[in-house]
């Protein structure tokens, strides 16, 4: 494994007694993908400000490509892209000038910049937009833009958080398929999402986080092995019967799990289950046996109920 | 499509030992994208505010030139009115242009369009920000001042050759204005507290020796006027405007060099505080 270029150890972010971050360590790896996988409030964007060297870490330690955040922030912030939650493109400025401008924040020069602009426009598939206000643009487009933003200086960890929230099914997969070039060119990625599919997409290996800390660390096949079952019997008999039909059912497959609206069967082979419940006399209303997926795992460890 | 990395004329952030990570030498860049979005964007807002001075210098200057007469300035020289109060409307205009920048437009980049979090995610320091949009500040106030000067020499207003020296004065004035009007914007978090600002300006403007000289107050409220900063960018341009010249004039000068200083220090603070905390 290539040498790491994240370094995070006990890492701990705390705003008065309240800790966002408490004690959470990883390494990412030069050309790896890596996910900050949680729910809402779990501390995943603190985690990346600091790794982004615009935060400062109460305690623990961090290194960023060999360098301390505390005392390099312009250093390590010159060889990262950051795509943050909610896009901060420049509205007083066009779309072509968005990236001229920003390189040369960089300090890059103005004739190497003009270049690699349209070669970004072109990445993100805005050339024929150049000359247009940001404001105009869609959702997607204003991401795709703050993608190619984050890449004008070359960056050496792209750093995206919840890249695709809130866009449609269509930006989502356009914009999974850019961030899938550059992850083979060899850009190393740290992005946090709650999307499983994405997760699953994108990350070579994750972490899911709550409350600040890592619950489970692995690759996403790893993770679903560790933490669930291969397959899953997902079978309903209507919102009366479900608790009733859960007690006779006790120890079916490895795990089960009784919802309000449905009963799930986690086990290695979700069709022998079904057969085993239609044997017992019990038929559900609907049943769907599905591969397990991180949606599953990520649940399992973070908890049902609604957390905010 | 791939994207060929460009490596070699990355420029590494400048790093002196005294600022650290505070100033990337960058400031410039700052400059030239307020330049871009002004020219964008708004530019016949920036050249609604240097009428403002000229309509006070027309209507009073001339309008009650006539029932006024000549006027003593502090060094006990006559001049009349309108000459009085040219030059302190010629820092009032440098000072509302530095303002308007500083304050109403930092307040929505720093609140709304989330400009400087995108800058300070960039190799830039906090201090290339606060010094750039300063420098913006300062530009606009300089803008307005030197149309505001041509004005006067037009009218014949300026009644001695050191006028030429009002130009860098009046730099120095609205260069002290954007400074501190950045800082104080940097504390403000609602558009009520922004208020205040006007609440605090239009008096300054008004009782500053702009329309009469200062003597007319009793010793104590001098005091006060003379703590304010507009009193001292009057008093500094009509000593070069009118050619009187005088040793209180360091003073002036001594006065808006800390104005710069403590601004541009509590700015950075401020944004390092509010964006790399």
């Not at chain 1, 290695?268 to 795992?297: H, W, Y």
């Not at chain 2, 920048?101 to 190799?123: A, E, I, P, R």
Request: aromatic content about 10%; some cysteine; proline content about 4%.
């Amino acid at each position: 494994m290539p040498a790491p270029v994240i370094t995070a150890t006990s890492l701990t972010k705390k705003y008065k007694e309240f800790a966002a971050v408490d004690g959470i360590s990883f390494e990412v790896a030069a050309g790896e993908s890596f996910g900050l996988l949680g729910p809402n409030g779990a501390g995943k964007s603190t985690t990346m400000r600091m790794v982004g060297a615009v935060s400062t870490r109460t305690s623990g330690d961090l290194s960023v490509l060999g360098l301390d955040p505390n005392h390099f922030g312009p250093e390590i912030r010159s060889q990262l892209g950051v795509v943050p939650q909610a896009d901060n493109l420049d509205q007083e400025l066009r779309v072509r000038d968005n990236l001229i401008v920003y390189g040369r924040y960089f300090g890059i020069p103005l004739r190497q910049i003009s270049k690699k602009a349209d070669e970004l426009l072109e990445f993100a598939q805005l050339s024929d937009r150049a000359k247009s206000k940001v404001d105009d643009l869609s959702g997607g487009m204003k991401r795709r833009l703050t993608i190619a933003r984050a890449l004008v200086n070359d960056p050496k960890i792209l750093l995206l958080d919840e890249p695709t929230t809130g866009l449609d099914p269509q930006a989502r997969h356009v914009l999974w398929d850019r961030l899938f070039r550059l992850k083979e060119q060899g850009t190393t990625l740290l992005l946090t999402t709650h999307y499983m599919d994405e997760a699953e997409q994108l990350c070579d290996r994750l972490v899911v986080v709550d409350k600040g800390t890592i619950m489970a660390e692995g690759s996403p096949a790893e993770l679903i092995r560790t933490h669930s079952s291969r397959e899953v019997l997902e079978v309903r008999f209507g919102s009366e019967r479900n608790a009733v039909v859960a007690e006779r059912i006790a120890g079916a497959g490895d795990r089960i799990e009784v919802l309000p609206d449905r009963i799930l069967i986690y086990s290695a082979n979700g069709e022998a289950e079904l057969v085993k419940l239609t044997e017992a006399g019990l038929d559900p209303i609907t049943s769907l046996v599905r591969r397990s997926s991180l949606e599953d795992v990520f649940l399992r460890l973070t908890g049902r109920s609604l957390i905010e | 499509m791939t994207i060929a990395p460009t490596q070699p004329e990355r420029v590494a952030p400048a790093r002196s030992w005294f600022l650290g990570a505070l100033y990337a030498g960058n400031a410039r860049t700052v400059v030239s994208r307020g330049i871009l979005a002004t020219r964008s964007t708004n530019y016949l807002v920036v050249l609604s505010g240097f009428f403002e001075p000229i309509f006070y210098l027309v209507s009073l200057g001339f309008g009650l030139n006539a029932l006024v007469g000549p006027v003593h300035t502090s060094t006990g020289q006559l001049v009349p009115y309108a000459a009085f109060i040219a030059p302190a409307l010629l820092a009032v205009s440098a000072m509302n242009g530095a303002i308007y920048d500083s304050t109403w437009n930092v307040f929505f980049k720093m609140n709304y369009s989330k400009l400087y979090q995108g800058m300070l995610s960039t190799s830039l320091g906090p201090l290339d920000v606060a010094l750039g949009e300063i420098s913006l500040a300062l530009l606009r106030g300089g803008a307005y001042a030197i149309g505001f000067m041509i004005v006067m020499q037009v009218l014949g207003l300026n009644l001695a050759w050191t006028a030429i020296f009002a130009l860098p004065a009046v730099l120095l004035i609205a260069f002290g204005f954007g400074s501190l009007g950045m800082a104080v914007t940097s504390y403000l978090k609602t558009f009520q507290q922004m208020d205040w600002i006007n609440f605090v300006l239009l008096p300054m403007f008004l009782f500053s020796a702009t329309f009469y000289p200062i003597t007319v107050y009793p010793a104590a409220i001098q005091w006060v006027v003379q703590a304010l900063p507009l009193w001292h960018g009057v008093e500094l341009v009509r000593g070069l405007t009118t050619g009187d010249l005088s040793v209180a004039m360091l003073g002036h000068v001594a006065y808006y060099l800390v104005m710069v200083i403590v601004g541009v220090i509590f700015t950075t603070t401020r944004l390092k505080a509010l964006f790399l905390d």
